[in-house]
């Protein structure tokens, strides 16, 4: 099967700017994650959609941070205007709707893209 | 927020050591997995744990969840260069997935 797909892989902006990154997630998975990833630590999630809806979005930096997942397939995250902090890799993965046994509902494992490097100068 | 604490944060030993790497949190979780990550790559799922006192092997790594399921440990046994990595924790609940922040480990030849 197909993985996740982002574009682009690299981008290099100045503050301010702004920026958007695509996802193409595997066929067939109803959740969609963006995870930012600074240098040397775990990813931190910023946003969850469940089909097209959001799930979770407490630790998207609302003021400029923008995602949207039309048709409930392909996802674009936006920032506008970056900041020197933002400089990450954002990560997008995807999911199969989570799992019930042993008496819980437990997450089902996240196929992650390659993602895409920002760097802001 | 529940945490992940992981440990140690970097690790480098010799080829064919043996080395343990743990996964801490007060919380008490769903599921736990755990992911290598490689430069320029996401996360790979390694192995997704369930049920506390669990042990799942794949090859040459054992993992074992928590009997608490708060908690968890990746063994590797005679580690090979193919070894380093970024290996991630990740604990599942209410709140979805939380990520520790992970161990470097480097597997020198």
């Known amino acids: 099967e197909a993985g996740v797909a982002q574009s682009p892989r690299y981008k290099i902006i100045e503050k301010r700017q702004s920026v958007a990154f695509w996802c193409n997630p595997i066929s067939g998975h109803a959740t969609l994650y963006w995870y930012q990833q600074i240098l040397g630590q775990g990813p931190k999630l910023l946003i969850q959609f469940q089909n097209n809806g959001v799930v979770d979005d407490s630790q998207l930096p609302k003021d400029r941070f923008s995602a949207e997942r039309l048709k409930g397939v392909d996802s674009t995250l936006k920032i506008q205007p970056a900041k020197l902090e933002d400089s990450a890799v954002y990560l997008c993965?995807?999911?199969?709707?989570?799992?019930?046994?042993?008496?819980?509902?437990?997450?089902?494992?996240?196929?992650f893209g390659n993602g895409t490097r920002l760097t802001v100068t | 927020t529940q945490l992940l604490e992981q440990s140690p944060q970097f690790l480098s030993i010799q080829e064919g050591e043996n080395l343990t790497v743990y996964c801490n949190s007060s919380?008490?979780?769903?599921?736990l997995q755990w992911y290598r990550q490689e430069p320029g790559e996401g996360p790979v799922l390694l192995v997704t744990v369930v049920t506390g006192g669990e042990v799942k092997k794949l090859k040459r790594l054992t993992f074992q969840f928590g009997d608490a399921r708060k908690d968890s440990s990746l063994h590797i046994t005679a580690a090979q260069p193919g070894d380093t990595g970024l290996y991630l924790c990740a604990g599942g609940g209410a709140d979805g997935l939380t990520f520790g922040k992970g161990t470097h480990l480097i597997i020198q030849p």
């Open positions: 993965a995807s999911s199969l709707a989570p799992r019930t046994g042993y008496g819980r509902s437990y997450n089902s494992p996240l196929h």
């Open positions: 919380s008490v979780f769903s599921s």
